[in-house]
Nanobody, 120 residues
Framework: QVQLVESGGGLVQAGGSLRLSCKASGSILSINTMSWYRQAPGKQRELVARITSSDNTNYADSVKGRFTISRDNAKSTVYLQMNSLKPEDTAVYYC??????????????WGQGTQVTVSS
């Protein structure tokens, strides 16, 4: 069994910063791509940033230059540094990971989500 647990969300004023973390645990053999998604009220879930196992990254246009995704493979953790936050960044942020388990099964796993609220 695999779990993803996010942390670091909260309330921040516009222009501020937050750092999200997501730690994977359980019967993990290897972790491939790790991603952050977000879902605002009344909107579809959207990809925010993605990082591959070889540290290639890509970002949604709306966050380029403001957000940075990184990972620590030794800790099975992915981070999202969010700077210059805007009210439109308000959403529930979800961690996603493509994982090979010790049972030689590959799966797509999600965290429970962490709320980010940016006040104007």
């Amino acid at each position: 069994q695999v779990q993803l647990v996010e942390s670091g969300g909260g309330l921040v004023q516009a222009g501020g910063s937050l750092r999200l973390s997501c730690k994977a645990s359980g019967s993990i053999l290897s972790i491939n791509t790790m991603s952050w998604y977000r879902q605002a009220p009344g909107k579809q879930r959207e990809l925010v940033a993605r990082i591959t196992s070889s540290d290639n990254t890509n970002y949604a246009d709306s966050v380029k230059g403001r957000f940075t995704i990184s990972r620590d493979n030794a800790k099975s953790t992915v981070y999202l540094q969010m700077n210059s936050l805007k009210p439109e960044d308000t959403a529930v942020y979800y961690c996603n990971a493509d994982i090979w388990t010790l049972m030689a099964m590959r799966g797509d796993y999600w965290g429970q989500g962490t709320q980010v609220t940016v006040s104007s």
